[in-house]
């Protein structure tokens, strides 16, 4: 059971954790609570199952095509719908989640309300500590790990690393500085979106494609950035884990109420807030916030 809870966390928490540091990313630099975000999940997972089941493409190609157009799709609903309005936070909110509602509502038009699926990348399972792992889930915590990494090495060995974190800091001296801000922007929602993209990637071969798979992930992910301290990419991680170890603990131990699991994530986020109410890695200074 105890290596159920253990496998189980790390998987979760590796797909959450591209999912909150996407969130982190775009909310640290342009201060966008970006509602529309695992909507780009779900768009990513119905490209794969059109390109993989409608046309007949192999995996690898599905993917190469999947990942860049969504991205793009990510840049442009920043570029013309989000960046023009930036400044007025409520008005933000309100266009992301139309944003979302409109991806759902064309997802259902075009493959109805149905569940579906798609194969996974590599089929079969490996023993470990007695538990049978599925490999497409050891290829997530791969991925995760991989893609993690290069954010991190983008962010503090790049020069693009270096634009993005002065932007967070502060917009006005990084203009200043020669950085062109819009520019810088529009790459953290490319990039966010990419990762979004990079996680329906990974786990939509296990689970299923449905118009409102987007819902669920999100509360998730808002509980995770709230816990780890809003714009902390390093909170986001952490957070990940610690609510996919309350989810999956939730479902192993109690399964008859294994439905409450958020329910349970939103309590731990409680607990850590009524201590640090900035959450783990809160920030007082904008410098700290990358």
């Known amino acids: 059971m105890a290596e159920q809870i253990i496998i189980g966390t790390l998987v979760t928490g590796s797909v959450y954790a591209l999912l909150a540091v996407g969130f982190s990313l775009i909310f640290g630099n342009a201060r966008v609570i970006n509602m529309a975000h695992t909507g780009f999940f779900m768009l990513a997972a119905y490209g794969l199952y059109y390109f993989i089941r409608r046309l007949g493409l ?19 609903a920043y ?27 064309a997802m259902t038009a075009v493959f109805s309300s149905k569940y579906w699926s798609i194969p996974t990348l590599i089929p079969g399972f490996t023993n470990i500590l007695g538990v049978s792992v ?5 290829l997530v915590l791969g991925v995760v790990a991989a893609v993690i990494v290069a954010v991190w090495l983008v962010l503090s060995k790049t020069k693009l690393g270096i634009a993005l974190r002065a932007t967070a800091q502060d917009a006005e001296v990084a203009t200043l500085m020669g950085i062109s801000v819009p520019r810088t922007l529009m790459i953290t929602m490319g990039i966010a979106t990419f990762l979004a993209a990079v996680a329906a990637v990974v786990v939509t071969p296990v689970s299923t494609i449905f118009p409102a798979m987007w819902a669920a992930p999100l509360v998730s992910v808002l509980v995770i950035v709230v ?35 958020v329910v349970f994530s939103i309590l731990a986020m409680v607990i850590v807030l009524i201590v640090r109410p900035g959450g783990l890695f809160g920030v007082i200074f904008e410098e700290e916030r990358l």
Do not use: C
Request: aromatic share 6%; hydrophobic share 60%.
């Open 58 to 76: 192999d995996m690898a190609w599905a993917i190469i095509i999947t990942l860049p157009a969504v991205t793009i799709v990510g840049i442009l």
């Open 79 to 105: 570029r013309f719908l989000i960046n023009p309005i930036r400044e007025h936070h409520a008005a933000v909110l309100l266009m992301t989640v139309a944003i979302v509602l409109v991806f759902q509502e």
């Open 134 to 138: 599925l490999n497409q889930n050891l």
């Open 227 to 261: 816990l780890g301290g809003l714009g902390s990419v390093k909170g986001s991680i952490i957070g990940a884990f610690i609510i996919a170890l309350v989810e999956v603990s939730v479902a192993v131990l109690m399964p008859q109420y294994s439905y409450l699991k």
